[in-house]
């Protein structure tokens, strides 16, 4: 039963050690985001990023109430997944100068990011029923469900902008 119990702390500190890196991740994404819809040219391109960034400061608020409610503070640790992934989008942006391309390269960046956090959510839901932290779980698949919709809709809008490029 201790061994047990040293695993689930262990969980408990890794449950929380990674909601400090969902934290940074997301403050990082509200920050890249307003470039991402400056420069998409495509209007509903445009629209869904500037959506999703108010969705992002909804994931803000969420994860600092998870981590006010673990650790009493909301602290955040560094996710350098998503720093490589801003960078790698900024890159994108700069690289292209034909605005369907930087449009499709958006797409691809939003993409990426979205997965990643799809990944992120994914675990930290499992890891709140494994610690059995209901609420949590409710909050985590909130925000998943949205970072989903998300991901879909830039599915939805690379048919039609994919087809603008190609023709
Ligand atoms: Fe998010
Ligand atoms: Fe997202």
């Known amino acids: 039963m201790k061994l047990f119990s040293a695993n ?21 994404i509200v920050k890249a985001l307003p470039t991402m819809i400056e420069k998409s040219t495509d209007t509903e ?13 909804g994931h803000v608020t969420k994860v600092e109430g998870l981590l006010r409610k673990a650790t009493g503070e909301a602290s955040t640790s560094t996710c350098k997944v998503i720093s490589s992934l801003v960078a790698s989008a900024e890159d994108s942006i700069k690289d292209a100068k034909d605005t369907g391309i930087r449009d499709i390269s958006l797409i691809a960046s939003g993409q990426q ?4 956090e799809i990944a992120v959510y994914g675990t930290l ?43």
Do not use: P
Request: glycine share 4%.
């Open 8 to 28: 689930i702390e262990d969980l408990r500190t890794l449950y929380t050690d990674t909601l400090e890196k969902a934290l940074d991740m997301e403050q990082k």
């Open 45 to 57: 391109l445009a629209t869904a990023f500037r959506n999703h960034l108010e969705q992002t400061k």
């Open 113 to 116: 990011v979205e997965h990643h």
């Open 125 to 167: 839901r499992t890891w709140a029923g494994l610690l059995g932290q209901r609420d949590d779980m409710a909050v985590l698949e909130s925000i998943l469900k949205e970072e989903e919709a998300a991901d879909h809709l830039l599915t939805q809008i690379a048919g039609h902008v994919n087809q603008q490029v190609a023709a």
